[in-house]
Nanobody, 125 residues
Framework: QVHLVESGGGLVQAGGSLRLSCAAS????????MGWFRQAPGAERELVSA????????YYENSVKGRFTMSRDNAKNTVYLQMNSLKPEDTAVYYC??????????????????WGQGTQVTVSS
C-alpha cells in the first residue's frame, strides 16, 4: 500500500523560504512520477510541480517558475520542494502525490493517484 508523508510546512514571512519533504513507502519509488499539488481556501487543487520517474525532468506551474525547485532522492524514497521568495498567494495546503502511470505526461494532474495528507504553508505579508 502506498503511503506518502509530507513535512516541512509552516508559517513564513513574504520573501522567505521553506523546504517541503515527502517520504514514500510501499512503492517502487524510482518508477513513480511524483508531484506537488496545492489547494488554497475556496480554490481547486492545482499541480505546482512534478518530476519524471526515469529522467528526473521537472515541470513547474508558471507562477512558481524560478522560485520553486523540485528534486528527488531515490535512495531515500523522498521528494523535496524548495520554495524561495515566497508570496502570500503561495498560502495553501501542499500535497505530495505519486503516479503509477508509466507514460510521459508526468505533468498532467490527472495521472496522479496516490496522495499524502497535506501540509499547511502560510505566507504572511
Amino acid at each position: 500500500q502506498v503511503h506518502l508523508v509530507e513535512s516541512g510546512g509552516g508559517l513564513v514571512q513574504a520573501g522567505g523560504s521553506l523546504r517541503l519533504s515527502c517520504a514514500a513507502s510501499g512503492v517502487a519509488f524510482s518508477n513513480y512520477h511524483m508531484g506537488w499539488f496545492r489547494q488554497a481556501p475556496g480554490a481547486e487543487r492545482e499541480l505546482v510541480s512534478a518530476i519524471r520517474a526515469s529522467t528526473g525532468n521537472t515541470y513547474y506551474e508558471n507562477s512558481v517558475k524560478g522560485r520553486f525547485t523540485m528534486s528527488r532522492d531515490n535512495a531515500k524514497n523522498t521528494v523535496y520542494l524548495q520554495m524561495n521568495s515566497l508570496k502570500p498567494e503561495d498560502t495553501a495546503v501542499y500535497y505530495c502525490a505519486a503516479s503509477s502511470y508509466s507514460g510521459t505526461y508526468y505533468y498532467a494532474s490527472t495521472v496522479y493517484d496516490y496522495w499524502g495528507q497535506g501540509t499547511q504553508v502560510t505566507v504572511s505579508s
